[in-house]
Every structure is written in C-alpha cells, then in structure tokens.
Nanobody, 128 residues
Framework: QVQPVESGGGLVEAGGSLRLSCAAS?????????VAWFRQPPGKEREFVAG????????YYADSVVSRFTVSRDNAKYTVFLQMNNLRPDDTAIYFC????????????????????WGQGTQVTVSS
C-alpha cells in the first residue's frame, strides 16, 4: 500500500528554516511516481508548492517559493525532502506530501487531482 508520511513541521519565526520529510512505504519512490508537496493555508484551497518528476528527477516550484524552497529525493532511503528557507508568515499552512499512480508519460502535473496518494499533513506555522 502506498502511504506517504510527512514529518518536520513546527513553529518558526519569519526568516527561519524548516526541513520537511516525506517517507514512502517500501520502494514506492522508485516506481515511476511523481512526488509533490502541496499546502493548504487556513481557509484557502490546497496549492502546489514543489515537486519532482519521476522521469527526470527535475524539480518544479511554485513562483511563491522559488529561491527559498528546495525539493530533493533520496531514493536509497525512499524519502523526499522540502528544505524551506527564509520562511514568511504567508507560508503558514498544513503541508502535504503526495504521489501519483505509476506514470508512463513525462508531463508533470501541479493539480492536486492528479495525485492519488496523500499523507496526513504536517503543520507549519511562521510567526511574524
């Protein structure tokens, strides 16, 4: 069963850093699946933050986090990381890790509906 599990959230002051981890069961991350981080701020829709394509291992970022966040994967440990630097109060949200089903095409999707498997989320709170 595919089940991502996030960790690493917490409370941090503006300008600080956090690193989120997403651990996937078994060999899930090595089985042709795109991996992405989404977030849902209070009272708002879930939005794409960053992700990695299975086909190229290339990263994708939302404009709001470019140059501040870095997504990476460690296939040997079946883990994906989201390094978040220079955090701002508007980064406050529940952060989710999500995986697609097994892919055969290379288009990278940023819509939540394209992702089949979701973690339970981890809270990130940035104080001003």
């Amino acid at each position: 069963q595919v089940q991502p599990v996030e960790s690493g959230g917490g409370l941090v002051e503006a300008g600080g850093s956090l690193r989120l981890s997403c651990a996937a069961s078994g060999r899930t991350l090595s089985t042709n699946r795109d991996v992405a981080w989404f977030r849902q701020p209070p009272g708002k829709e879930r939005e794409f933050v960053a992700g990695i394509s299975w086909s190229r291992s290339s990263p994708y970022y939302a404009d709001s986090v470019v140059s501040r966040f870095t997504v990476s994967r460690d296939n040997a440990k079946y883990t994906v990381f989201l390094q978040m630097n220079n955090l701002r109060p508007d980064d406050t949200a529940i952060y989710f890790c999500a995986l697609t089903g097994r892919r055969t095409t290379t288009t990278f999707y940023t819509e939540p509906s394209r992702y089949n498997y979701w973690g339970q989320g981890t809270q990130v709170t940035v104080s001003s």
